[in-house]
């Protein structure tokens, strides 16, 4: 099946901080997202992403789908910005496979 | 106004117990989903209907059975309860593949 593969693992930034969160996958997909984990544990869509680049607000995504990897741009990052994201694939279906995360810890 | 909703949002049941999750979503999707969040995280697919039909089963034991009485509801009934049972179970719905997820279901067996 297909593999998805988030980096870094962790990460820890002072706030004001600027981050790049990377996704690579290893096969052809008909979409991407990305989510957000907040510590309450709710999981709310940010981008979808099948190629390009959107932005919303201080958060911005990009797609190459011929090189099959996206990239999470946060800036100015907020103590709110903390939790894990996800991206995952979506392929047949609607079948999101999801990468492992990556766990994002903001200090003020 | 919640898109996709479950309950209930804690569930907490002794082994062997039988216990059912709700969920719907005002979305008006057609597609919606059962996904399972284990303790390190992992979130991996159980289920997908389309239109109250299945069609993703993923290698789920029989003890967990869905049911879709509309294309806005999908709910998760789970027989004989085990301990490796516990996790977030949470449910989406999406429509070309944009899927939006409820709060989650955490179930906790003793």
């Known amino acids: 099946g297909i593999q998805v593969e988030q980096s870094p693992p962790d990460l820890i930034l002072q706030e004001g901080a600027n981050s790049t969160l990377r996704c690579n996958f290893s096969?052809?997909?008909?979409?991407l997202q990305w989510f957000h984990q907040n510590p309450w544990g709710q999981l709310i869509n940010l981008f979808y992403?099948?190629?390009g680049t959107k932005q919303n607000g201080r958060l911005s995504a990009t797609t190459v789908a011929t090189e099959r990897y996206s990239l999470l741009y946060i800036s100015s990052s907020q103590t709110t910005d903390s939790g894990v994201y996800f991206c995952?694939?979506?392929?047949?279906?609607?079948?999101?496979?999801f990468g492992q995360g990556t766990i994002l810890t903001v200090h003020p | 106004d919640t898109a996709v909703s479950q309950t209930p949002k804690y569930l907490v049941t002794q082994m062997g117990n039988d216990k059912s999750i709700k969920c719907e979503q005002n979305?008006?999707?057609?597609?919606m989903y059962w996904y399972k969040q284990d303790s390190k995280k992992f979130l991996k697919i159980m289920f997908s209907?389309?239109?109250?039909?299945?069609?993703i089963n993923e290698t789920v034991p029989n003890r967990f059975s869905p049911k879709s009485p509309d294309k806005a509801h999908l709910n998760l009934h789970i027989n004989s309860l085990e301990l490796g049972d516990s996790a977030v179970y949470f449910c989406?719905?999406?429509?070309?593949?944009?899927?939006?997820f409820g709060q989650g279901t955490r179930l906790t067996v003793v």
């Open positions: 989406a719905s999406s429509q070309g593949g944009n899927a939006f």
């Open positions: 979305l008006g999707h057609d597609t």
């Open positions: 992403i099948p190629s």
């Open positions: 096969d052809s997909v008909n979409n």
């Open positions: 995952a694939v979506v392929h047949s279906y609607g079948k999101l496979t």
């Open positions: 209907y389309n239109n109250k039909e299945l069609i």
